[in-house]
């Protein structure tokens, strides 16, 4: 089905590493991106295509996918790390194509 | 420098058709393969994918919203111009317009969105 699936929210204290999934199916095929979004703020870019960092994103944060899940790993976590989190995908399986976002992750920073 | 910016009324009735303008900068919507997609938002929630035009005029539309949606782009005035009629107020958000780049399913900038209301 040509949906995203990430859970809701996540805790971590600083200094430890958070992942944050997206499922979604044959995810591993696809691009999937991934953006940031503080409060009050447009989303930004943060990771995308094959794991790839957009320019100014520290290297603390990096992206996976295999099978039917992408992860987003931030190491280190910093409280300014502390967000809403979204995957994207463009998925021309789906009929008729489309863009997909998932619901997002809200990453708190203990 | 790519940027974006949103324009359009910050309140509309219920039933009425909602007019959005992306004015950008930094790039041509003639490059092949360069997208403009509008994404919304509403308060406290999920972004919800609307709409994409590419460079060559094709466009894409979510399914859930097809019916109410058109999309269009005048190269020239660098601008990308949605409409969504029969507005509601379940339609209430931010609403952002967004750079797509060429060889990549990405969004790579965003403009810094329009709130709309819709309320009688």
């Known amino acids: 089905s040509c949906v995203l699936t990430q859970p809701p929210s996540l805790s971590v204290a600083p200094g430890q590493t958070a992942e944050i999934t997206c499922d979604g199916n044959?995810?591993?095929?696809?691009?999937v991106h991934w953006y940031q979004q503080k409060a009050g703020q447009a989303p930004l870019l943060v990771v995308s295509?094959?794991?790839d960092r957009a320019s100014g994103i520290p290297g603390r944060f990096s992206g996976s996918n295999f099978g039917n899940t992408a992860t987003l790993t931030i190491s280190r976590v910093e409280a300014g790390d502390e967000a809403d989190y979204y995957c994207q995908v463009l998925d021309g399986t789906c009929d008729p194509s489309r863009v997909l976002f998932g619901g997002g992750t809200k990453l708190t920073v203990l | 420098q790519i940027t974006l910016e949103e324009s359009g009324p910050t309140l509309v009735k219920p039933t009425q058709t909602l007019t959005l303008t992306c004015t950008f900068s930094g790039f041509s919507l003639s490059t092949p393969g360069v997208g403009v997609g509008w994404i919304r938002q509403p308060p406290g929630k999920a972004l919800e994918w609307l709409a994409l035009i590419y460079s060559d005029d094709d466009k894409l539309y979510s399914p859930s919203l097809n019916s109410r949606l058109t999309i269009s782009k005048d190269t020239s005035k660098k601008q990308v111009v949605l409409t969504m009629t029969n507005m509601n107020p379940v339609d209430t958000g931010t609403y952002y317009c967004?750079?797509?780049?060429?060889?990549?399913?990405?969004?790579?900038?965003w403009g810094q969105g329009t709130l709309v209301t819709v309320s009688s």
């Open positions: 295509d094959h794991g």
């Open positions: 967004a750079h797509k780049p060429r060889a990549t399913t990405k969004f790579d900038f």
């Open positions: 044959k995810i591993g095929t696809k691009s």
